[in-house]
Every structure is written in C-alpha cells, then in structure tokens.
C-alpha cells in the first residue's frame, strides 16, 4: 500500500492558548471566541448570545467539551463589537484562571459537598497571580453525578469521605485517573495547598503544567467514570435538569435560538453549556421532558443512545486552519457505519490533524486527518503512529470494513472497546486494506 501518513516527527503539535473574549483565535473562518460562564444563564439570555452570533459572526456556534460557548467567523472590528455587545448583557462571565465544577454542583444532592465554595476561593486567590501556562485549568468536583472526570486538569480536587468527615483529594496532572495524588486535605487546606502549587508553577514559567509537580506520585488507575449528560435529572427541591446537544459539538445559532424559546415557553428558566457539547436545561420534570421531545424532532442529541454523542469530532475544515479532511462529513459516514457499535465504551475521535484538539486523551480509535487522505489509530492519540492508511474516498468502505468486523468478531458481554483491543492493530489493518491494491 502506499504510505498516506504525515511526518509526526516534525508537525507542530502545539495546540496554542485557549482561545478568550478578549482574545479571539484565527481560525480557518475567521476568529473564534470562547463565552465562558461560571453559572447558569436564562434561556433568553441564551438565545440573545446566538444573536450576537449571527450579526457579529457567521451564525455558527460549537460548544466545547468543557462547556463553553464558541461563536466563530468573526472579523477583526466585529470581535470587538462582539465583546461590548456580550459584557453588556451582564452575563457570570469567567475571566483569568479556568476554575471548573460540574454543571449540576450545587443543585445535586448526591454529591458528597457542593464545589463552589473551594473554587470561588482559589479564583479569588489566583486572580491576580502572573505567570501561569495558558491553558492552566483547576477542576474542583463535589463528586455527584455528571463528573469532570475524563477532563484533563493541572489541578484537581476530588471531595471523599473520610469516616465522619468530608476531605478533598488533591491530584496533579491529567484525568482523575491518570494524575498523580498529591494528598487528601481539609477544605480550608486544599485552597491553600492549590494555591501554593499554582504559584509554584507559576515560578517555573508559563510552560510548567501540573504535570510536571506529578513525577513519582502514585496514581488511581482504572477505568474513568463515566455519566451521560443526555438525560433527565432529577435533582434537589424537586427541580430537573435535562441534556441535550448539537451533533457534533456545532449548531447554527437559529437552532439554539428555537431551542431556547422552545425552553421559554415551557417555564424553564436556567440553562448552562456542559460537559461532552452539551446544554443544560433546569427547570420541572415535564418541562424537561417536552423540551427533549423538541430538541429531538428539531436534530439535537438527547439520548445517549445516539451514536452521535459518542463520536468527538473537531470544527475541520474549513473552519479550522490546521485541518484536512471534513470531519463532520467523516463523523456523518461513521454515525452511519457504527450506530450500532458506538455504545458508549470509547469515544470515535475524528481529528482534522494530529493535534487532537477534540479528545486530547487515548481512544480505542481514532481517524486523524492528513494531507493525502486519513490516518487510523488503535488505543492511541492522534499523534500516534497509526495501523492504515487510507484515501478520503475509501473512508465510507474502510469504516465498512472495520465495523463488519468488530461487530463479527464481538463476544457475549463485550462492549466495543473491548473487542477492539483484543482484536489489535494487525486485524484491524488487515480488515480496512482488504480488497485494496
């Protein structure tokens, strides 16, 4: 076969600073600019957010993995337009060090202590300290449902129980399960303690990451928790919350504007961009439920039975400068192929290229984009070396061809990550170059 791949040895695989309000990023169709919020908005407010959308940008919106808004296409004059016309709506805008809890904290009473607490503290702390890596991100989780888990994080802090007391497990570097444990401390010791390291790091100079505290601390290992955001919840004084989502983490603003009015109409009052490309209405049970039905018949994810929130799939191109294949095209044909297969046991990464920016950890397969065509890798990243190589035109045959097998080749009881690691990678090149030259 001929070799497709791209040279990763001397691709630049730096992903940049997150992109900000104040701070747009050129992207493939124009500047990107991140609305993140540290609560829960009111459907209206929503809704006005995709307006400034469509009149200052090209009316497209993503919602990242993380929870926040993006809205794309802007100019250089309209970004600035854009941020006056955001800040007056006097939305719970973050600003400074990305402090996260999980959507539903505060109003869950099966987590063990409400997160916001500790994260105020140590936003507060950290609001004027100088120095950190762009991309530095503290997670503080209640451990409830609906857990920041698989997000990677310098710092994070994990509430347990310790016999009759509630302690915080502080960790650095990575997913819950992949950073290493720093300590269990009290919460007035776990503001401290994060503090102290974020100077720390700050000291080391803006490319120290909490990883890099992290050598030779123990780890947790295991298998990452996991809940899907789209579902119905029932939470504290009788109020619910329900998950829906774009397909593939982008809507175009008119979408999430009847959604919205939609949400309005039915009495709903809160809704918060969340984990996994989601929004969160709150609002009561059949409010919630008539709202799904809505976002279902209008193309939204609200199950997560839908193969589509299993795939993780970046902007491509064009939107994004660095892509070379059309992922959500790619996604399409995979939703197709593996709707059957996409059970939730791993996430199908569809990267535009190497840099992964759309599932940054290992997956049990991912379709990375090159400049001749697609990359497949088997429990890996996308910068890792992959089993195939294929053209852009064999892509729906090869998903084809790795789907039949799997699926063949499935035992009782298995999921599908499974089968594929048992299957490995000299199975699954046989099976996507079969027939080919």
Do not use: Y
Not at 56 to 79: C, K, M, V, Y
Not at 128 to 147: E, F, I, T, Y
Request: with cysteine; hydrophobic share 45%; proline share 5%.
């Amino acid at each position: 076969m001929t070799a497709l791949s791209l040279n990763r040895t001397t691709t630049d695989m730096r992903r940049g600073a997150c992109p900000a309000l104040s701070a747009p990023m050129m992207t493939g169709d124009g500047l990107l600019a991140r609305v993140a919020l540290t609560d829960a908005i009111s459907p209206r407010q929503l809704a006005d957010l995709c307006r400034l959308a469509r009149i200052h940008g090209n009316g497209i919106l993503d919602i990242s993995a993380r929870g926040n808004l993006q809205i794309r296409g802007l100019s250089e004059a309209s970004a600035s337009l854009l941020e006056g016309d955001v800040r007056a709506l006097n939305l719970p805008l973050r600003e400074g060090l990305a402090v996260e809890t999980p959507p539903l904290a505060g109003r869950d009473d099966t987590e063990i202590a409400d997160p916001h607490p500790i994260a105020d503290a140590i936003r507060l702390g950290a609001r004027d300290m100088a120095g950190l890596a762009p991309k530095m991100s503290v997670v503080v989780d209640g451990h409830g449902r609906l857990r920041l888990s698989h997000l990677l994080a310098d710092i994070r802090l994990v509430a347990v129980t310790t016999g009759d007391d509630i302690g915080w497990k502080l960790l650095l570097g990575g997913s819950e399960t992949s950073a290493g444990i720093f300590a269990v401390l009290s919460e007035a010791d776990a503001v401290s303690a994060a503090l102290d390291l974020l100077e720390k790091l700050a000291a080391m100079g803006n490319g120290a990451r909490g990883r890099d505290l992290a050598v030779n601390l123990p780890r947790e290992g295991g298998d990452l928790p996991t809940t899907s955001p789209f579902d119905l919840f029932a939470l504290a004084d009788g109020l619910h919350a329900v998950g829906v989502g774009p397909a593939f983490a982008q809507s175009k603003a008119e979408d999430v504007i009847a959604l919205c009015l939609a949400a309005e109409q039915l009495g709903i009052r809160l809704v918060k961009p969340a984990l996994d490309h989601s929004l969160l209405f709150f609002g009561g049970s059949r409010a919630c439920e008539a709202l799904a039905l809505f976002a279902a018949e209008n193309g939204f994810i609200t199950s997560a039975a839908d193969p589509r929130g299993h795939i993780a799939a970046c902007p491509g191109n064009p939107a994004c400068r660095s892509a070379t294949i059309a992922t959500h095209d790619v996604a399409g044909e995979a939703g197709g192929e593996w709707a059957d297969l996409l059970d939730g046991s791993f996430k199908l990464h569809i990267s535009g290229c190497p840099k992964g920016c759309a599932h940054p950890e290992p997956t049990a397969l991912a379709l990375c984009g090159t400049p001749a065509g697609l990359s497949l890798i088997a429990q890996g990243k996308a910068t890792d070396l992959p089993f195939a190589d294929i053209k852009i035109a064999d892509t729906k045959a090869t998903l084809r061809r790795l789907a039949d097998l799997v699926r063949s080749e499935k035992r009782a009881g298995e999921n599908s990550a499974a089968c594929l690691a048992r299957l490995g990678t000299d199975r699954l090149a046989a099976a996507a170059m079969s027939g080919r030259p």
